[in-house]
């Protein structure tokens, strides 16, 4: 895309370049967070969405909503 364009809007959603440029970012940011295990830091930057289903991958059962309370975190 020509340079002079890359402002525009892109996708079905109306999505700037730069929008989609920030959100990678910041996803970068959450990811290295998690990473590193700063849980805290990870949840200033990610929002989990409260209609999923998460699947313990070894142990636990199956939770319906994220629990980012101390105690959990």
Do not use: C, K
Not at 6 to 29: C, S, Y
Not at 56 to 68: I, T
């Amino acid at each position: 895309m020509p340079a002079d364009r890359e402002d525009e809007e892109i996708g079905r959603d109306n999505v700037t370049h730069q929008e989609l440029a920030d959100l990678v970012g910041v996803d970068a940011e959450a990811a290295s967070a998690l990473i590193r295990g700063d849980i805290r830091r990870y949840l200033t930057l990610i929002r989990h969405a409260d209609d999923y289903t998460l699947m313990a991958p070894s142990v636990g059962s199956p939770g319906a909503e994220f629990d980012a309370s101390e105690q959990a975190v």
